[in-house]
DNA sequence: CTTCAATTCTTGAATATTCAATATTTTCAA
DNA sequence: TTGAAAATATTGAATATTCAAGAATTGAAG
C-alpha cells in the first residue's frame, strides 16, 4: 500500500510537488480576489489572526502567518504606516512586542474574509464539499504527523 | 455537507492555509535532504523534468517546475554555468530555446532522486501509504478541478 | 548579585523575485 | 507579400526576501 515514487517516476508523482502545485494554484486564486482590496494574502492571514483582539508577539505571529521574522517585521512595517495594525511593548516582557489590529484593520479584515469565504465557497462547488473536506482533514494529520 | 468556514472562523480552517502550512512544510524537508547536495528544490525539478531527454523550451520547463519565466531564466543561467544543463535553439521556431541536461546534470538528478524518495519514504512511514496515496489523489483532482 | 547564555525583535547587506519593457521570430489577415 | 499582432525569451529596475549580525531584555548558574 505504501507507495513512495520510484527513482524514474515523473515529478507528478511526488507529494511535494502535487502539495507546491495545488498551494500555487490556490493562492493564485485567492490572490486574484483580495487584490480587490489591494492588499497580499500574508496580511490577510496576519489580519485574520490578530482578529482574535488578543496582543500576539511577533514570534507567535510568524509562525501563524508562515513567514520568517525579518519578512514579518518589514510587512508589519508597512501595515503600521497603513494604520491597519500597532505595536505595544509586552508589559512582561520587553524582549517582545505585541501586536494588535486597529478598527480600520478590523473593518479591512472583515471585508478580506468575505472574499476569502467565498473563495472557497467557490472551490467546494467545482471541487465538491466532500472532497474539499476530506483534503483538510489529510492536510491536518500530515501536519500533525510531522511534528 | 460542504463546509466553508465562517467569518469569524480560525484561519487553520481554510483550505488555502492549509495547503500553505502544509506545502511549506514539507518543502523545507525537502530542502533539509536536498542541501546535502548543496542544489534548491526548482533545481531538483527543472532536472527531474529535463532527464526526459527531451529538449523543453522555457515556457513549458516554467509551468513544469511551478516558476516564473524571468525566475526560471536567471535560475538556468546559474545551472548553465554549472554546466547542468544548457541551451539549443529550437530549429523548427527559433522564438524558442530548448533545454536540456548536460551528463552531470545527469548525474546529479539521479542523486537528488534518490534523496527526493527517501523524504517521500520517511512520510510515508510517519504518515501512512493509505494517507500519503489518498492525499496525492485528492492533490490531483484539486489542481484538475482547477483549470 | 553578577555575569554569561538564551530569547526576542530589528536592521543592513546580499540575494532573489517580480513587473514592465525590449528584442526576436512567427502567424495570419488583408 | 507585407505589415500588424501574437508568442517567446531575456533584461533591467523596482521590490521583496533572506542571512548574518546587532541591540535589548530576561533567565539562570555560580
New interface residues.
Given amino acids: 500500500?505504501?507507495?513512495?515514487?520510484?527513482?524514474?517516476s515523473p515529478?507528478?508523482?511526488?507529494?511535494?510537488?502535487?502539495?507546491?502545485?495545488?498551494?500555487?494554484?490556490?493562492?493564485r486564486?485567492?490572490e486574484v480576489r483580495l487584490s480587490k482590496e489591494g492588499v497580499p494574502?500574508e496580511q490577510w492571514?496576519i489580519l485574520?489572526?490578530l482578529?482574535d483582539g488578543n496582543g500576539h508577539s511577533m514570534g507567535e505571529l510568524a509562525d501563524?502567518v508562515?513567514l520568517n521574522h525579518p519578512t514579518l517585521t518589514k510587512m508589519i512595517d508597512r501595515m503600521v504606516s497603513d494604520a491597519l495594525v500597532y505595536r505595544v511593548q509586552d508589559p512582561t516582557d520587553r524582549r517582545k512586542v505585541l501586536m494588535f489590529v486597529s478598527d480600520r484593520g478590523k473593518a479591512l479584515s472583515?471585508r478580506l474574509?468575505?472574499l476569502?469565504?467565498s473563495?472557497?465557497?467557490h472551490?467546494?462547488e467545482?471541487?465538491?464539499?466532500?472532497?474539499?473536506?476530506?483534503?483538510?482533514r489529510?492536510?491536518?494529520?500530515?501536519?500533525d504527523?510531522?511534528n
Same sequence: chains 1, 2.
Avoid: W
Fill in positions: 500500500m505504501a507507495k513512495p515514487p520510484k527513482e524514474n515529478i507528478t508523482e511526488h507529494l511535494a510537488y502535487l502539495l507546491a502545485q495545488a498551494n500555487r494554484e490556490i493562492n486564486q485567492l494574502v492571514r485574520k489572526v482578529s501563524a508562515l472583515k474574509n468575505t476569502a469565504v473563495q472557497e465557497e472551490i467546494v467545482s471541487y465538491g464539499g466532500k472532497s474539499t473536506n476530506e483534503l483538510k489529510l492536510l491536518e494529520s500530515l501536519i504527523s510531522s
